[in-house]
């Protein structure tokens, strides 16, 4: 069994300080710090059971930019099909010669078990589990308040939409209060979830706007709402009644920032417009996503002794 910094599978499992070690670190490879120096090489394998543009790539970029020797395993063509259970492909990659897997799963929590299981040596990072949590969005997430506030002490963050199937609102808000954010959640109430009670209050967007200093928008997942919530679901309304609407976007503070997990549903979360905005920070959030992924990375080749003494 590894230690939590051999896996990084949720970053509640941090102290504040390790978090804080990470944001720092992955703040320096923006700044041009070099990639350390591996002992050997290390096999890294990504495995996608979800789509995915932005998580995927700035993994394959940031194992690029650490010198590791990367797998892409596609899951279309791979004995999944054939029923193979998540337990045995972990099993198979760690047998082939892998060192870590990436790995995003629709099954919350998908890394539970594993992670206890004492013949598992290889590293696991949790790069999506379905509603549960998502790492490395809420470190780039961090990177890009820290960058623009230089502190999280006293922010206010409106957490907005879909709220009741997001990881990113699941792991935001409990990293984002544990580092001393102050969170108000904002949707439809169908869509609202008794579980983020703990981390702040649901209330309505128009009376939120003016105070913040970080709205983020989230994305309508469409495809984990079921078929009745499909079929009555209508763009339009969404935008009109929990959409970030240029008009509303003009109540927010000068300096309050934009964000958006992305893929951004254009017209819906919030005006077409609004996405490259001056106060927008969504492509930002991308490009952090990389150093982000580099910093995690990092961090497990570190617990595992895998990296030369600087
Ligand atoms: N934000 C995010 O996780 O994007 P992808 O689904 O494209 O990875």
Same mark, same amino acid.
């Given at each position: 069994m590894l230690t939590e910094m051999e896996n990084l599978v949720d970053l509640d499992t941090l102290s504040i300080r390790e978090l804080n070690d990470l944001l720092d670190l992955a703040l320096m490879y923006q700044e041009g710090k070099n990639a350390p120096t591996l002992k050997r090489d290390v096999r890294i394998a990504n495995l996608f059971f979800e789509n995915s543009t932005r998580t995927v790539t700035s993994f394959q970029m940031a194992e690029h930019r650490l010198g590791l020797s990367r797998f892409d395993i596609s899951v279309a063509g791979s004995s999944v099909q054939k029923g193979e259970s998540l337990e045995d492909t972990i099993k198979t990659i760690q047998a082939i010669g892998m060192d870590i897997a990436v790995v995003r799963h629709p099954a919350t929590g998908w890394y539970r078990e594993? &992670? !206890?299981?004492?013949?598992?040596?290889? +590293?696991? &990072?949790? !790069?999506?589990?379905?509603?549960?949590?998502?790492?490395?969005?809420?470190?780039?997430?961090l990177m890009t308040i820290k960058k623009e506030f230089g502190h999280f002490d006293g922010l206010k963050v409106a957490i907005v939409g879909d709220l009741s199937h997001s990881r990113v609102a699941?792991?935001?808000?409990?990293?984002?209060?544990?580092?001393?954010? +102050?969170?108000?959640?904002?949707?439809?109430?169908?869509?609202? +979830?008794?579980?983020? !009670?703990?981390?702040?209050?649901?209330?309505?967007?128009?009376?939120?706007?003016?105070? &913040?200093?970080?709205?983020?928008?989230?994305? &309508?997942?469409?495809?984990?709402?079921?078929?009745?919530?499909?079929?009555?679901?209508?763009?339009n309304d969404y935008h009109q009644q929990?959409?970030?609407?240029?008009?509303? !976007?003009?109540?927010?503070?000068?300096?309050?920032i934009i964000m958006h997990p992305a893929p951004v549903n254009r017209g819906i979360e919030l005006d077409d417009e609004l996405v490259e905005s001056k106060q927008s920070r969504i492509f930002d959030q991308m490009a952090n996503g990389v150093y982000a992924r580099m910093a995690m990375l990092t961090r497990i080749l570190e617990e595992r002794d895998l990296l030369e003494k600087e």
């Open positions: 594993l &992670v !206890a299981d004492r013949n598992l040596h290889l +590293s696991l &990072v949790n !790069a999506g589990d379905g509603a549960g949590v998502h790492p490395s969005q809420t470190l780039l997430d699941n792991s935001d808000a409990k990293i984002f209060r544990k580092l001393g954010m +102050s969170i108000r959640f904002a949707g439809p109430e169908e869509w609202w +979830s008794e579980e983020l !009670a703990p981390f702040g209050s649901f209330e309505k967007l128009d009376d939120l706007l003016a105070d &913040v200093d970080v709205c983020m928008c989230l994305r &309508v997942q469409l495809e984990r709402i079921g078929q009745a919530g499909r079929a009555t679901f209508t763009a929990y959409g970030l609407t240029k008009a509303r !976007a003009e109540r927010l503070k000068k300096t309050a």
